[in-house]
């Protein structure tokens, strides 16, 4: 793999992670504000332990081995690295289930947030979608028949990894609604700092599937996937350290990465049919997507701040 390529994924991955966990950077920074400087701290080092290895790191590592059994887990994580033909050819026959199950999954994410979440409308039509948000659930059905029709035409496991893509969105998205419920009582001061940390690890694991998911648009390399993972899931601890007021004022940075995520699903979806899709172009769109509405993001920030210093 040529280093300029490596650079390029790496990069990529720690720039989509970053822009993808925003949200959950403003959830720490508000939780950690009601707990004592001990739980604080351990929280910022250990729990970034935990989300680097344990959760960005586990989870790539098993769902590589869990696509491709026959691999074992030593050669789920050095894959990408092998020149053995029979290896190579394990991971070229179980990469289309692979991805077209991540696909499935982020364009469902993105579905899901255009028709039905919150937001500051950052493109035109965005406002009427979300009016019309009933839409969401025949949009995602109609699209879940396409893409297992499709499938079934080229291999029936593919169908099935779609199937499994959808499910996880459904049951990740629970999870994570009632993570936002959760979120709200853990503002009480009168909770534990322990129970606090607990749930706050667990609002990051339930954050961290997209970018894992997302990250098979960029390599199906495990290591590669921990490194580029874990230095964004750094940046993002920084974030809540110093920058969130910062960062709230960048208003669009939730829909760079919304796009870019639909960007990448697509992507893997394509890439499961075998439509050939070059390997710098998820690095190259997501930077694209993301420095767009990173742009208009400055734009409004500059103006507000023109306004109030007048």
């Not at 701290?41 to 769902?63: C, E, H, K, N, Q």
Request: hydrophobic share 55%.
């Amino acid at each position: 793999m040529e280093i300029v390529s490596v650079i390029l994924i790496i990069t990529g991955l720690c720039l989509f992670e970053t822009i993808s966990s925003i949200d959950n950077a403003i959830v720490n920074a508000e939780v950690l504000s009601t707990m004592g400087e001990r739980a604080r701290r351990w929280f910022l080092t250990f729990g970034l332990i935990i989300a680097v290895f344990i959760v960005r790191g586990l989870l790539p590592w098993f769902i590589v081995w869990f696509t491709t059994p026959s691999l074992g887990p030593v050669g789920a994580l050095t894959a990408a690295f092998s020149s053995d033909p029979q290896v190579l050819a394990a991971v070229g026959s179980s990469a289309p289930v692979l991805l077209i199950g991540g696909g499935t999954f982020l364009v469902f994410l993105f579905f899901h947030w255009l028709f039905l979440e919150e937001k500051h409308f950052g493109l035109r039509g965005e406002r009427y979608i979300r009016e019309r948000g009933v839409w969401f659930y025949a949009i995602v059905s109609i699209l879940l028949a396409l893409i297992v029709w499709l499938a079934l035409q080229k291999e029936p496991l593919m169908a099935f990894g779609a199937v499994i893509g959808s499910s996880a969105f459904f049951i990740v998205h629970g999870f994570r609604q009632n993570a936002e419920v959760q979120e709200r009582s853990l503002m009480d001061r009168s909770l534990s700092d322990l129970s606090k940390i607990f749930y706050l690890e667990v609002i990051d694991a339930t954050f961290s599937v997209d970018g894992v998911l997302g990250a098979f648009a960029f390599t199906l390399s495990v290591p590669l996937i921990i490194l580029g993972n874990g230095l964004g899931a750094f940046v993002v601890r920084e974030l809540t350290i110093g920058n969130i007021d910062r960062i709230r004022r960048y208003i669009y940075l939730k829909n760079g990465a919304m796009y870019s995520i639909l960007a990448l699903g697509a992507i893997m979806i394509l890439d499961s049919f075998g439509i050939g899709i070059p390997g710098y172009l998820s690095p190259l769109v997501t930077f694209g997507v993301v420095g767009y509405f990173l742009l208009k993001s400055r734009r409004v920030a500059l103006a507000v701040e023109r306004d109030g210093a007048a």
